[in-house]
């Protein structure tokens, strides 16, 4: 899937600012990129579930300076081939329902901290127990020792 294939959006400063949020949310570790594995849970999530080797080409288009990982300006040229234009705070809204609700199997309206440290776990499983533990404390404001959608909105989202 070469660059030239996919057809880029201009993003506009919403939309920046959602892609930066979310990066910042997968980026666990703050150190400023992300890994190919999560480049791949992102897609996903976005709806656009790649194979192994069409993320290993994806690395090969946008890795600009060949680290190995994805730095936010080459997400952000990665991304604006994927974001639809009109993408506005509802439809995000919609599609991390779609995602809060694939965790909450039970219907709730809340995910155990518990299965939430599984998914950072599963999104960088380099990142030590203490950190997981500051980041649900963090998001887990009401300490209910559980994260209900306006919570997991916040961390997507970052407002």
């Known amino acids: 899937m070469e660059k030239s294939e996919l057809a880029k959006t201009e993003?506009?400063?919403?939309?920046?600012?959602?892609?930066?949020?979310?990066?910042?949310?997968?980026?666990?570790?703050k150190k400023g990129s992300i890994s190919l594995e999560v480049i791949g849970t992102i897609m996903e999530l976005l709806g656009y579930g790649m194979?192994?080797?069409?993320?290993?080409e994806v690395?090969?288009?946008?890795?600009?300076?060949?680290s190995g990982q994805i730095e936010f300006e080459e997400f952000i040229e990665l991304a604006s081939n994927y974001v639809e234009p009109e993408e506005d705070y509802d439809v995000l809204r919609?599609?991390?329902?779609?995602?809060?609700?694939?965790?909450?199997?039970?219907?709730?309206?809340?995910?155990?901290?518990?299965?939430?440290k599984a998914i950072l776990r599963e999104l960088d499983g380099a990142v030590p127990?203490?950190?997981?533990?500051?980041?649900?404390?963090?998001?887990?404001?009401?300490?209910?020792?559980?994260?209900?959608?306006?919570?997991?909105?916040?961390?997507?989202?970052?407002?």
């Open 129 to 159: 127990e203490n950190e997981l533990d500051e980041i649900v404390d963090e998001i887990d404001a009401d300490s209910s020792g559980t994260v209900d959608f306006e919570e997991f909105m916040e961390v997507m989202t970052g407002e």
């Open 59 to 66: 690395m090969e288009d946008y890795d600009e300076d060949e």
């Open 94 to 116: 919609a599609e991390l329902r779609e995602v809060f609700m694939m965790y909450d199997k039970d219907g709730t309206g809340f995910i155990p901290v518990n299965s939430f």
């Open 11 to 29: 993003l506009s400063k919403d939309q920046m600012k959602i892609l930066k949020d979310a990066f910042d949310a997968f980026d666990i570790e």
């Open 51 to 56: 194979s192994e080797e069409e993320l290993k």
